[in-house]
């Protein structure tokens, strides 16, 4: 059968949670099964625990026989902005200097991740993300025993800015996307990422999201506005939280935990 015609899981994954949403392909697709499932025993510094955990959910009918594609937590993503390299290299050398670059921001403990590089134009800035070197090997482990064939592998900040880019019209904006544990946000001007900030949330997270305001009203041009689209659990908003003409939420439908993780998933149809 046609990949184009099978049916799709999409999954997130984090430390701490899981989330699957299977979609039924053909001429009026739609999804047909969801659930979202903690990881007791998971770990930041351990993809072991959540792997192991969706093998288990793997091993349900309900899961097989499908394309695969993977949303992962940005707590488990590094990224760096890269300029265009003045001196023609190739891929090769490209993804070494981007290498150089996440190393020198995160230090010798990205030594032995993998590192991706964004689609850009010739001449700007492209994105580099870096993730755990056996990620994509110990889930292609869980996903082929279920007959799940792995078609894309992207970080949560990635997935949720495709998705929402038609909101994100300002010329000098932030997108931020928060979930539980960790924040990541991408400061575009005209379209372009230049900046890209990540960090784990634990205490007040609310002092992040206005350290992030603050560092666009210092970096916008005289008689500009620094826009802040966010992406966040409705459960994670309160009154306490940055209001104004210049920063937007980005709702989602439903109040828990449960309902932003899976309609990321449904976002990674779109």
Known sequence: MSLLWRDEVAIFIAPRKIALARRERGLRSRVVSATTVTVANGHIGDIRPTVDRLAELLAEETWRDATARVVVSDLWARYAIVPWPAARIDEASRVVHARYMLGDAFGEALADWSVALSDTPPGRPYLACAMPSLLRPAL??????????????????????????????????????IDEGSLAAVHIVNGVW????????????????????????????AGAVTRMFIDAPAWMRSDRLPQGADVEWLAEDGSDAASHELALLERTYA
Do not use: I, N
């Not at 064939?149 to 998705?163: C, D, H, I, T």
């Open 140 to 177: 292609e482990d869980v996903l082929t025993p279920a007959g799940l064939k792995l078609v894309s592998l992207k970080p949560q900040l990635v997935v949720g800015f495709g998705a929402w880019r038609p909101r994100l019209t300002a010329s000098d904006a932030w997108y931020v996307s």
């Open 194 to 221: 230049d900046r890209v900030h990540t960090t784990r949330l634990s205490g007040d997270w609310v002092v992040e999201l206005e350290r992030l305001r603050t560092f666009g009203e210092l970096m916008r041009a």
